[in-house]
């Protein structure tokens, strides 16, 4: 049984887990920024890095600590390597390079979309590949066709926003507070989804990605009409990107042939409208339909540490002079897609 240090520095988020190959998360520890970010109502990328620079190894410690275990006992470390804020990834890759050396350790390099792309086989066994997957957070919205460890075909992505992104700035026009996403969600719940007429870009279009650029400019327009209430807006352009988000998928369940499971991964894939549908829409079409537990949606190490227990055993390791990548798509074949703000 392989022990797995995982840790995770992408964005607002540090972490350190120690995870097993046989889905077992011995320690977990998470420190999050939200009270930092607050004023600025975003990230902010400088305070974010110094931050990771602070707490990380702290958190390994104490997840060390927790585990009753020491840096010896580590089969190998997993650290990700990119794509997220270059300044908060240098962090956790440098310290998974030295944490590496001197333990004498192979260094696993996880792109951070793996980590989420594989994270819910931490928690259902059940889960095997091939599955059709939409991955979306704040940076990103895909849809990927996963056939194995480091094997994935995108089958759409977006061509400028991605839905996470679109939560936050949707917070943010509304004032409702940071982190995003929840914010939107709480006001929501008391709101009327039909009160507001917001577009559903893309839907029915033969085009197979997402755009969210069209909606964040319709909710700025409503909010600054002050023909509506925060509540109603928040319903509405929630209901718009649900929407989206099933139509897209739908669209993709057609290209994913062998396909047993939908997957949804990722910090949007927390919210419980989005949840809701997606299930709905893989019951129609005969799927299973797996979603991580809400604490591996967001940022975590334990997925990290997944992902690295999952390429480990394939016999993956990378070299202590891997770089760290601000940009790192899962497909690096995929065609290129119009848009400016296409990330991955």
């Not at 011995?26 to 707490?55: C, S, W």
């Not at 914010?183 to 969210?212: C, I, N």
């Amino acid at each position: 049984m392989a022990l797995i240090l995982g840790l995770e520095s992408s964005c607002d988020e540090t972490a350190a887990a120690l995870v097993t190959s046989r889905r077992i998360v011995r320690a977990h520890k998470l420190a999050g920024q939200e009270a930092a970010h607050r004023p600025y109502g975003g990230v902010v990328p400088e305070i974010a890095a110094r931050a990771h620079v602070e707490i990380l190894m702290p958190l390994v410690e104490a997840a060390l600590d927790e585990a009753g275990a020491k840096l010896a006992d580590v089969d190998a470390v997993a650290a990700t390597a990119g794509p997220g804020l270059i300044g908060g990834v240098m962090v956790g890759l440098v310290t998974g390079k030295a944490l590496a050396h001197a333990a004498g350790k192979p260094l696993i390099a996880v792109n951070h979309l793996e980590g989420h792309a594989l994270s819910p086989r931490l928690v259902d066994p059940a889960l095997e590949f091939p599955y059709l997957l939409l991955l979306v957070s704040g940076g990103h919205c895909q849809l990927l066709f996963v056939e194995g460890v480091g094997r994935y075909r995108r089958l759409a992505t977006t061509i400028d926003d991605a839905a996470g992104e679109a939560f936050d700035k949707t917070a943010k026009l509304l004032d409702l507070g940071f982190p995003g996403g929840p914010a939107v969600e709480r006001a929501a719940s008391a709101g009327d989804a039909t009160a507001v007429p917001l577009p559903r870009p893309l839907k029915g279009s033969a085009e197979p990605h997402f755009s969210f650029a069209g909606l964040k400019s319709a909710v700025l327009r409503a909010a600054d009409s002050g023909l509506h209430r925060p509540e109603d807006i928040a319903a509405s352009f929630q209901a718009a990107v649900v929407e989206c988000l099933i139509d897209r998928t739908a669209r993709a369940i057609g290209q994913a042939a062998g396909a047993m499971a939908l997957v949804v991964a990722g910090g949007v894939a927390a919210n419980q409208a989005v949840r809701g549908a997606l299930s709905g829409l893989a019951d129609a079409h005969g799927l299973r339909f797996v979603a991580p537990p809400l604490w591996l949606c967001t940022d975590n190490a334990a997925m990290i540490g997944w992902a690295g227990a999952e390429r480990f055993a394939a016999g993956l390791t990378d070299p202590l002079d891997v770089a760290a990548r601000p940009r790192w798509p899962l497909d690096p074949l995929a065609e290129a897609v119009r848009g400016a703000g296409v990330k991955a």
